[in-house]
Structure formats: C-alpha cells, structure tokens
C-alpha cells in the first residue's frame, strides 16, 4: 500500500493569502501546505480521501490520471470544494463513485446541486455515484475499510482504517470504543493543529497523547497551521516515531 500526502494544512493552508508570519513567509518546501487529502493505492486501485480546494492542483503535482473514487471524512469547505475538478475524471471513466455520511452526501447535494440533479443537466457537468457510510466496515476495491467515528467539536467525522494504515483528521475527541478499532495499526496519521488548545482540532499536546495510546509503529501529523511552527523545527521537538507530513511524501506500508 502507497500513501500520498496531497495536503498537510488546515483549512486556510499555508501561506495564508496577506499573511506576514514567518511561516508563511518561509523558504522551506515543507512549510508550503495546501488543504489536507491523502490518496491512498493498493494493488490496482487508488482512493482519494477528501477533495479539498487545492484538489486540481494535487492531481496535477503528483501526476494522477485515474481514481476509483473520493472518500469524505466530513463536509467542511477544506475537504469538498474541489469536487467540481473530477471532471477530467468522469470524462475518462464515466460516474465516479464517492462514500460519505449520509449528512455529508446531502451537504454535498445542496451545494453541488448540478452534479447531482438527473434532469436538464449541464452538458459537461460531472456524474458521482453515491454510496453512503455508516459506522460499518464498507468496501473498497478488493479491501474492507473500517470507519472510525470521531467528533470536530460536537461534528460528527470520519476517520479511515485501510488495513495498518489509518488516517484521521479534524479529530477532536475519539470514543474508547472507537480507539480499539485502531488496535494494532502499523501508521496512524493524526491531526495536530497547532501548539495552543483549540475547539474543535488536537493540538500538538493531545495528538501526541493519543499517538501514545494507539501505539502505532510510526504516525503522521497533519491538518497543521502555520501557528504549529516551522516544519524543521517542530520535527526536532518530536518523538523518535512521530513525523510532520508535508505535501507530496509519499510512504510505503
Ligand atoms: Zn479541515
């Protein structure tokens, strides 16, 4: 299994537009993050998880010709707007398949009325097959995904287990029942938002808590802002086996 971290910032990325923070104004190609997505492949199958503004743009970077379908952990802007830009893909391969909470499907339908709508559509409109999520186990490929519901502040959100891989983002609270799914995993990757508390997102304090707990081999951070600081100098803070993502890594599983 093969993980592309497409996007590693919240939800304005980094640099935020007008920003004269240091971190926004750094060099580094890591400190450059556009909205948070993974895609996720496995023998000839490859999944997109969100599909964020910055979607375009990650298709283009990583040379991605071809998905079976986009996964949604929740409705807020950072992880759907770019559903417009599967285009290019629905022209190849006809309807493309998307799974997602039943709120979040409905989310969608409002505000992509006309990829949704089966009359007088729009000649060029793309097509989704929908497929809605509850908190069971749901096929993807040839493999059996296990959701894990999770809470944005009081938003329900989806995190993903593919096997040892698991990806969680805008993750605030994690039910015990629901930790125990993550048993065991070889990768977790976890939102970390910043140093600060904040509402509805772990901060670096309570991302690296929960890694402790889930006692994963490696983990990812993600879902970062520039107020998490620079990429070079976080990592140095980190335990041996806790990683910041960055746009573009790719990793073996
Ligand atoms: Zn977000």
Request: charged fraction near 25%; hydrophobic fraction near 40%.
């Amino acid at each position: 299994m093969e993980v592309i971290f497409l996007g590693t910032g919240t939800s304005q990325g980094i640099p935020i537009i007008g920003s004269t923070h240091p971190v926004c104004l750094s060099d580094d190609s890591r400190d450059k993050r556009l909205r948070v997505s993974v895609l996720v492949s496995w023998d000839d199958y490859q999944y997109v998880v969100d599909c964020g503004p910055d979607f375009r743009q990650q298709m283009l970077s990583n040379q991605i010709s071809r998905i079976d379908g986009v996964v949604f952990t929740h409705e807020h802007a950072d992880h759907t707007m770019g559903l417009d830009d599967i285009r290019p893909f629905f022209f190849r391969q006809g309807d493309i398949p998307i799974y997602a909470h039943k709120r979040v499907l409905q989310a969608l339908r409002t505000r992509f009325e006309y990829i949704f709508s089966s009359e007088n559509k729009y000649p060029g409109a793309p097509s989704v097959i929908e497929n809605e999520l509850t908190n069971q186990p749901f096929q993807l490929g040839n493999l059996d995904v296990i959701p894990i519901n999770t809470f944005h502040n009081r938003l329900q959100v989806f995190g993903f287990r593919f096997r040892d891989f698991a990806y969680l983002t805008d993750v605030k609270t994690v039910e015990e029942e629901e930790r125990l799914k993550l048993k065991g995993v070889k990768i977790l990757v976890v939102n970390a938002l910043r140093i600060e508390p904040h509402h509805s997102h772990f901060n670096l304090e309570e991302a690296l808590e929960f890694i402790k707990e889930i006692q994963p081999e490696k983990a990812y951070l993600t879902h970062i802002s520039h107020m998490l600081g620079f990429h070079a100098e976080v990592e140095k803070l980190l335990p041996k086996n806790v990683y910041l993502a960055y746009d573009n890594l790719k990793i073996t599983i």
